[in-house]
């Protein structure tokens, strides 16, 4: 998938967790039940994250869900996200699915199109990884027909690279090279010195595949 700076836990993590378990026992003991909780979990949950534990984020997240009630829809729908990117990390894949899914419906239901791209960003990764190559290049279009509303020139330039390796997956190498070329010329333009390595790459690919092995 398109290329991301690392995140690793670290001693100031591992202080947080501490720190937000205390919190909620202290809440507990006094049988506290409000928003609170729901946000301390939440906070826990993305500490799990930066650790790599992700059946403890997961708990975690689920634990949040239980907190928030179905009037707070802005709220479940980022926490249901949250939970499938954690499932999608343990590569189960149809929960996580269903996860995404129902995070978007709730988008969809608040007219919160900023948020809509990464739900459709996301299942186009799960049916990509699931090798459903037409399901992928569906949910990546859907994707960049509204980043491409939104002006989130950075969001284009992810999208541009996934909806490449579906070309490139298919064997359309003309149109993963020139999908790959629309998203390192946003990354060029936005000095994304990064992530312009994974497209480089990418097209390098492509030209071995063509044999064009100097250009590779």
Known sequence: ???????????????????????IAALKQQNVNSPLMGTLYSD????????????????AYGQTLEHYSDKDQGRRAEILMKTGRAL??????????????????????????????????QLGNIALDQREFEQ?????QQTLEIEISL??????????????RVAQELREYEQARSYY???LAIKIELNDH????????????????LRVYEQA
């Open 1 to 23: 998938q398109e290329a991301r700076r690392p995140s690793r836990g670290n001693d100031k993590t591992a202080e947080l967790v501490e720190n937000l378990e205390q919190q």
């Open 44 to 59: 826990l949950g993305d500490a799990f994250e930066k650790q790599a534990a992700w059946e403890k984020a997961l708990n």
């Open 88 to 121: 999608q990390a343990c590569r189960r894949y149809e929960p996580a699915r269903d996860y995404y899914q129902q995070a978007l419906e709730l988008f969809e239901a608040t007219d919160n199109r900023r948020e809509q791209p990464n739900a459709y960003f």
């Open 136 to 140: 992928a290049r569906e949910c990546y």
């Open 151 to 164: 002006e989130d020139r950075q969001g284009q330039a992810s999208t541009y690279h996934q909806l490449g």
């Open 181 to 183: 070329q629309q998203a």
């Open 194 to 209: 990064y992530r312009q390595a994974s497209t480089y790459n990418q097209l390098g690919v492509v030209a071995e595949e």
